[in-house]
């Protein structure tokens, strides 16, 4: 069965530091991949999304994503983290033929300290 | 720009009550998902659909009845609630698939508690 592994449920990291949120799937093919925020009571934003081609993928509000097929895994990256970035975020992967057909990991929740 | 239109977006059940949850979207979109979202489980996906007319199961089905009638609803029924579907619930709407797969599209949410 399809699934999406992000091994951290909470992130603590003070403002201006590096981020690193790690994200594992199993998938029969390599599907689509997607990183996805949600702010307190909001519904989720699409941060950056990668689909093939350079495994480097640049999102939104300065994140990045690294695909890399050999560990199945597509880890978002900020290399300096703000206050406004605290939010939960999701690991997401879904088949190629359905946009809407996603398999979302459990969440990482993210805290940024002053 | 609504976007991704959810109502209500709090509701209380009672067990064994009957509810629809509304869901519109006003940018034309042919694809459209349900889904629920929990405590450490991140979101689930119920039901889906690729255009109207046309619907299918996600993971978590049971208990939940959908139609697609046109392309801009696809609402969400629960037909005898259960506290088990207490939960906030995500409905979203996307371009297509394969190569045109583009950004879902989320609605606020809906909180239900079912008691």
């Known amino acids: 069965a399809q699934s999406v592994t992000q091994p951290d449920i909470h992130i603590t990291v003070s403002e201006g530091a590096s981020l690193e949120l790690r994200c594992n799937y199993s998938?029969?093919?390599?599907?689509?991949l997607f990183w996805y925020v949600q702010s307190p009571g909001q519904g989720l934003q699409l941060l950056l999304k990668?689909?093939?081609?350079?495994?480097l993928v640049q999102g939104i509000k300065g994140f990045e994503a690294e695909f890399k097929r050999s560990q199945s895994s597509f880890n978002l990256r900020k290399p300096s983290v703000h206050w406004s970035d605290a939010a939960e975020y999701f690991c997401?992967?879904?088949?190629?033929?359905?946009?809407?057909?996603?398999?979302f990991g459990a969440g990482t929740i993210l805290r940024v300290k002053s | 720009n609504a976007g991704v239109t959810q109502t209500p977006k709090f509701q209380v059940l009672k067990t064994g009550q009957s509810m629809t949850l509304q869901c519109a979207q006003d940018?034309?979109?042919?694809?459209m998902s349900w889904y629920r979202q929990d405590p450490g489980m991140g979101l689930r996906l119920i039901h889906y659909?690729?255009?109207?007319?046309?619907?299918d199961q996600g993971e978590v089905p049971n208990g939940y009845n959908v139609s697609r009638s046109t392309t801009e609803d696809f609402p969400l029924r629960l037909l005898s609630a259960a506290p088990s579907q207490t939960s906030v619930y995500f409905c979203a709407s996307t371009n297509g698939g394969g190569l045109d797969t583009g950004e879902l599209f989320f609605g606020e949410g809906s909180r239900l508690t079912v008691l």
């Open positions: 940018m034309n979109h042919e694809y």
């Open positions: 998938y029969g093919a390599t599907p689509y």
């Open positions: 990668y689909f093939s081609g350079d495994t």
């Open positions: 659909s690729v255009g109207a007319g046309i619907t």
């Open positions: 997401a992967a879904g088949p190629m033929e359905y946009g809407n057909k996603l398999v």
